[in-house]
């Protein structure tokens, strides 16, 4: 999720609260016996201060860890009652079905939900085919090619590419230049801390070596540009699409136009950036925490509809931009505390409405706003948008 006081990267998936946790250090206790989801798991060999590397990175990055960690440790918000789980949040609380509360705890501890997120910042390329996208990546390509022509902000630099989970924890190698590249382990130390996930990972069935949705359900854009890390600043601006996610949307039922609706608001973010209109304006009181992370993705949501529902953009007919509203309403999330909040689902779709409701109001001139313009009649919607009973 995105981080407003540090807007590097912005994800859009957040199900629900608790997304970034207490992860303990303690060794995970061995199991007893052993379940239908596969051995017990031995005890975590942590490497050194492994805690605080995990933070030390997710804040040196910007790059949040893994939006499935709320699924281990759910916490809802009770201050809106009407805020109900959306159909996503049932499918990825059905990812970890059959596993064991020792396996779950290895998922939650050792780092492996966020191995792939990491390692696609990390590695991930155009060209290079183990970040090649495997699903829709015609349509995607093709989108992204359109919202480069579409936002008046220079985006030529931005790199789509795909992130998968049987790539970093299907190969002890390849985690050990994640763990010493970013995590800043010694070779003597990432050697055996890798061997022991991907064996762990490859010992539990539903995992499916790394293949499991859980592991890449997420998408994100990224850019190096206000990172003090050397290695992360030489890197490209990314807009990285998860597997899991695109699983997720098959799943219930909106691929058709899903896929298309991650990316355009991934983008939005890359036209925040560029625009300048990502950190919120000067304001008594200045939204903070969880507001301003919330007006940050709802503008997202306002951009990519603007885009996907405009004549020059992608057009999209009444019954797509149906389904586009439903994908938002979808990732909507009730972690009114959570500093990585992105909306609610009823939030996130009023956003789309909005910004299909501005593309129809300049349909018959053919007029396309500039990003600022539109960012500017978003501030002034946003009260309307974020109110309980609407606009």
Same mark, same amino acid.
């Given at each position: 999720?995105?981080?407003?006081?540090?807007?590097?990267?912005?994800?859009?998936?957040?199900?629900?609260?608790?997304?970034?946790?207490?992860?303990?250090?303690? $060794?995970?206790?061995?199991?007893?016996?052993?379940?239908?989801? #596969?051995?017990?798991?031995?005890?975590?060999?942590?490497?050194?201060?492994?805690?605080?590397?995990?933070?030390?990175?997710?804040?040196?990055? @910007?790059?949040?860890?893994? $939006?499935?960690?709320?699924?281990?440790?759910?916490?809802?918000? $009770?201050?809106?009652?009407?805020?109900?789980?959306?159909?996503?949040?049932?499918?990825?609380?059905?990812?970890?079905?059959?596993?064991?509360?020792?396996?779950?705890?290895?998922?939650?501890?050792?780092?492996?939900?966020?191995?792939?997120?990491?390692?696609?910042?990390?590695?991930?390329?155009?060209?290079?085919?183990?970040?090649?996208?495997?699903?829709? @990546? *015609?349509?995607?390509? *093709?989108?992204?090619?359109?919202?480069?022509?579409?936002?008046?902000? $220079?985006?030529?630099?931005?790199?789509?590419?795909?992130?998968?989970?049987?790539?970093?924890? #299907?190969?002890?190698?390849?985690?050990?230049?994640?763990?010493?590249?970013?995590?800043?382990?010694?070779?003597?130390?990432?050697?055996?801390?890798?061997?022991?996930?991907?064996?762990?990972?490859?010992?539990?069935?539903?995992?499916?070596?790394?293949? /499991?949705?859980?592991?890449?359900?997420?998408?994100?854009?990224?850019?190096?540009?206000?990172?003090?890390?050397?290695?992360?600043?030489?890197?490209?601006?990314?807009?990285?699409?998860?597997?899991?996610?695109?699983?997720?949307?098959?799943?219930?039922?909106?691929?058709?136009?899903?896929?298309?609706?991650?990316?355009?608001?991934?983008?939005?973010?890359?036209?925040?950036?560029?625009?300048?209109?990502?950190?919120?304006?000067?304001?008594?009181?200045?939204?903070?925490?969880?507001?301003?992370? *919330?007006?940050?993705?709802?503008?997202?949501?306002?951009?990519?509809?603007?885009?996907?529902?405009?004549?020059?953009?992608?057009?999209? /007919?009444? &019954?797509?931009?149906?389904?586009?509203?439903?994908?938002?309403?979808?990732?909507?999330?009730?972690?009114?505390?959570?500093?990585?909040?992105?909306?609610?689902?009823?939030?996130?779709?009023?956003?789309?409405?909005?910004?299909?409701?501005?593309?129809?109001?300049?349909?018959? &001139?053919?007029?396309?706003?500039?990003?600022?313009?539109?960012?500017?009649?978003?501030?002034?919607?946003?009260?309307?948008?974020?109110?309980?009973?609407?606009?």
């Amino acid at each position: 999720m995105s981080r407003p006081a540090r807007p590097l990267l912005h994800r859009l998936v957040a199900v629900g609260a608790g997304l970034l946790l207490a992860l303990g250090t303690a $060794p995970v206790a061995t199991a007893a016996p052993a379940a239908a989801g #596969g051995p017990a798991v031995r005890a975590v060999p942590f490497p050194p201060d492994w805690q605080a590397r995990r933070e030390a990175l997710a804040e040196r990055s @910007g790059v949040d860890p893994s $939006p499935a960690g709320e699924v281990l440790e759910r916490t809802r918000d $009770p201050r809106d009652a009407a805020c109900t789980d959306t159909d996503l949040d049932v499918y990825v609380d059905g990812l970890l079905t059959g596993l064991t509360p020792e396996q779950v705890q290895f998922l939650h501890n050792s780092g492996a939900l966020d191995f792939p997120i990491y390692d696609a910042l990390l590695s991930g390329a155009e060209g290079d085919p183990r970040y090649a996208l495997r699903e829709h @990546g *015609r349509q995607l390509r *093709r989108t992204f090619r359109d919202a480069q022509r579409f936002w008046d902000v $220079p985006t030529g630099d931005v790199q789509l590419i795909g992130m998968h989970g049987d790539g970093v924890l #299907g190969d002890a190698g390849r985690l050990t230049g994640l763990l010493t590249g970013l995590y800043g382990l010694s070779p003597a130390q990432a050697g055996p801390y890798a061997e022991y996930v991907v064996s762990t990972v490859a010992s539990i069935p539903a995992l499916e070596g790394g293949n /499991n949705p859980i592991f890449t359900f997420g998408a994100y854009a990224f850019t190096g540009e206000r990172t003090s890390d050397p290695v992360l600043a030489a890197r490209p601006d990314l807009l990285v699409i998860g597997d899991g996610v695109l699983d997720a949307l098959r799943a219930v039922g909106i691929d058709d136009v899903g896929p298309r609706a991650v990316l355009t608001h991934e983008f939005a973010h890359h036209v925040q950036f560029e625009a300048g209109v990502f950190d919120p304006p000067p304001a008594d009181p200045r939204p903070t925490g969880a507001e301003a992370s *919330r007006r940050v993705e709802l503008m997202a949501d306002a951009f990519g509809t603007y885009h996907a529902t405009h004549r020059r953009g992608l057009a999209m /007919n009444a &019954k797509r931009l149906l389904q586009a509203e439903r994908t938002y309403y979808e990732f909507g999330d009730c972690s009114f505390s959570d500093p990585t909040h992105h909306g609610t689902p009823v939030q996130r779709q009023r956003a789309s409405q909005w910004g299909s409701s501005l593309a129809e109001e300049h349909r018959a &001139k053919g007029r396309t706003l500039r990003s600022l313009e539109v960012a500017a009649r978003f501030e002034h919607a946003l009260p309307g948008i974020v109110a309980p009973g609407g606009p």
